[in-house]
């Protein structure tokens, strides 16, 4: 497995799978991704002071609607882009839950860029860079849809409204 937090330093293999990764859930425990094998998985990178933050409801939506066909959204707070996610875990949980009545898991607050890059991260970028080819994150609510073995099946923009992606979770979750 690979450790979320490993600095650049490790020379391990890379992961051939998203289900090969694990990263550190809100409490700060290690969550194997293999534990999601066979769901398709939405990762965000989320922030509760940003001009997308509204996108939460639209992610609770899809995650309601498809969460019993085996959609699992996971959220990784970020606070590398304009200090938008300033908040202990404990504040975003409650910020999330309040304002948005989110039940998707939330993981651990994540640098998603940079030195001190979560490799889930790492890896997501590896398989779908973003526009022109570029593959750094360009900034909170930017989304990665993963296939039922964990492969990257699509990357979309901030500015991709969650209820678009539908189609595509559709067709994923009706492949065997």
């Keep these: 497995m690979f450790a979320a937090g490993a600095g650049a330093e490790n020379k391990a293999p890379s992961p051939a799978s998203f289900f090969d990764l694990q990263a550190k859930d809100k409490r700060h425990k290690e969550v194997n991704m293999s534990d999601y094998t066979g769901k398709v998985i939405l990762v965000v990178n989320v922030a509760s002071k940003c001009g997308f933050t509204s996108q939460y409801k639209e992610?609770?939506?899809?995650?309601?609607?498809?969460?019993?066909?085996?959609?699992?959204?996971?959220?990784?707070?970020?606070?590398q882009f304009g200090k938008q996610e300033p908040g202990t875990m404990e504040e975003i949980e409650s910020f999330c839950q309040v304002n948005y009545g989110v039940s998707f898991p939330l993981m651990d607050k994540i640098d998603v860029n940079g030195s001190q890059e979560d490799p889930v991260?790492?890896?997501?970028?590896?398989?779908?860079?973003?526009?022109?080819?570029?593959?750094?994150?360009?900034?909170?609510?930017?989304?990665?849809?993963?296939?039922?073995?964990?492969?990257?099946y699509g990357r979309y923009s901030s500015a991709t409204n969650p209820s678009s992606l539908a189609e595509d979770i559709e067709r994923l979750l009706d492949h065997a």
């Design 121 to 152: 991260y790492t890896f997501l970028k590896s398989q779908k860079a973003g526009l022109l080819g570029l593959t750094r994150i360009k900034w909170n609510f930017e989304k990665f849809l993963v296939s039922k073995d964990g492969v990257v």
């Design 59 to 79: 992610l609770e939506e899809l995650y309601q609607k498809y969460k019993d066909r085996g959609l699992v959204i996971i959220g990784f707070p970020c606070n």
